[in-house]
């Protein structure tokens, strides 16, 4: 199965020429429309020796660019001695075959150096069943042109055989395609009984408020849960450090406690075939309480990146959950007039530093906030002896008064009205006796 998946992924310490080519719908950065495409070619490990920028109305069918610009490439890439030509754009396999004969090197697109990165990011079995199954995904179509060296092979032997006759070159991407097929069938059914027990697990934690880690690649969410958490997570200054969800505990103060997870960095337009491959490492978003959008505010491509994030988020079905937008990286902005304008143009926003703290208080009463739906007051009654009542009271209750009766005790509690709420999951062994608004 090894020799399915191109062996030509690793771009590690080649060098590479960038080409990115705008579209009239294109989203790229103003300020550097090769920026992303540089960050990801490094990432991968390449060494990046020239960069093109080309503009056009509409794409060339055969070579996306079209042959005279292809052909320009070709000489831009020779000059600066590369080994290969990445593009910030998805190419169809007959594409890249026919980009690949003018130039005379590798030609590599944006989703194929995505993976380069995921495979090497990739730690946890899960995720790497992820990998493998998006590489899969990618490389089914371009078979036929990984196997077009097999071609002189297939014409021998049809001389040998007799005009019409198939040569083993084609029975042998028949076979892969069948391998790959079944191969693609079998990670799809254990990432779905891994999604499945992902969500009898998230169900299992219905009495704890789960608060997801959601945005931008390299915006520092690892970061903030390590400064929220002290989860110990890998932070790291590149994109994609983070592949595999972390869930920790966060006490939240005055007697509070959440769920809170970190997950995959999102980037613009990222491949559909990746966000459906990593949609379990993605279900703590999707059944998260609430999420926290955090997003680079010393970015130049802000607005860009928080859109991209949106879209992403209503692909997965989470566009009507409850958000909090977090513009973290306040450090790095020396114009106090940009802060005022960031709070502005994104209300509701907080505006912190998981490097320094700052702000993050104001984001932690938001999120209790958010958390308890208003606060109330109650007098009730429970049974001490259900242990997992106990244990409720204990994290979103704050104990005003109690007395103890036998194994009964009432007591005076304030806590969240979402939690409150939650109360009649332990049915008689605990009964509210009064409920009012906390003062």
């Not at 279900?283 to 959008?293: F, P, R, V, Y």
């Not at 879209?311 to 106090?336: F, P, S």
Request: with cysteine; hydrophobic share 45%; glycine share 6%.
């Amino acid at each position: 199965m090894d020799k399915l998946i191109r062996t030509d992924l690793a771009v590690a310490a080649e060098r590479a020429l960038l080409v990115c080519v705008e579209m009239p719908d294109s989203r790229l950065d103003p300020h550097d429309p090769l920026g992303e495409l540089r960050s990801l070619a490094k990432t991968a490990g390449a060494v990046v020796v020239d960069e093109m920028l080309s503009k056009r109305r509409k794409i060339d069918a055969a070579y996306y660019v079209g042959s005279g610009k292809a052909k320009e490439i070709g000489t831009r890439a020779a000059a600066a001695e590369a080994d290969l030509v990445i593009f910030d754009n998805d190419l169809s396999p007959g594409q890249i075959r026919d980009l690949e004969e003018v130039i005379d090197l590798k030609v590599l697109d944006r989703s194929e150096v995505i993976l380069v990165i995921f495979a090497s990011r990739a730690r946890t079995h899960e995720a790497r069943l992820q990998v493998e199954l998006a590489q899969l995904e990618y490389t089914f179509p371009r078979l036929r042109h990984m196997w077009s060296h097999l071609e002189r092979i297939a014409g021998g032997a049809a001389a040998m055989q007799g005009i019409g006759t198939r040569g083993p070159g084609e029975r042998q991407i028949e076979i892969d395609r069948r391998l790959v097929k079944k191969r693609v069938g079998e990670l799809k059914q254990t990432l779905r009984e891994i999604d499945s027990r992902k969500v009898r697990e998230i169900a299992g934690r219905a009495d704890m408020f789960s608060v997801c880690l959601v945005g931008y690649t390299n915006a520092g969410k690892s970061t903030l849960m390590n400064l929220l958490t002290g989860a110990g997570v890998l932070t790291e200054n590149r994109l994609f450090s983070t592949l595999d969800t972390r869930t920790r505990k966060w006490h939240l103060g005055e007697g509070q406690t959440a769920l809170l997870s970190d997950t995959v960095g999102f980037v613009r337009d990222l491949p559909h075939h990746l966000v459906a491959s990593f949609r379990a490492t993605l279900e703590e978003a999707i059944h998260a309480d609430l999420l926290l959008h955090v997003a680079d505010a010393a970015h130049d491509d802000l607005e860009h990146q928080v859109a991209s994030v949106t879209e992403v988020l209503a692909e997965l079905d989470c566009k009507d959950k409850d958000v909090i937008l977090v513009l973290n990286k306040a450090d790095r902005i020396t114009d106090a007039a940009l802060v005022a304008t960031l709070r502005c143009q994104y209300a509701g926003s907080h505006v912190i530093s998981a490097t320094t703290a700052e702000g993050v208080e104001g984001l932690v009463d938001q999120v209790r906030l958010r958390m308890r739906g208003g606060r109330v007051a109650l007098r009730l009654t429970a049974d001490c002896r259900n242990g997992k009542l106990m244990q409720y009271l204990a994290q979103h209750a704050q104990v005003k008064d109690q007395t103890w009766s036998g194994t009964t005790v009432e007591m005076q509690a304030v806590m969240g009205s979402v939690q409150a709420d939650q109360l009649v999951r332990f049915g008689h062994d605990v009964q509210v006796l009064e409920r009012s608004v906390a003062e």
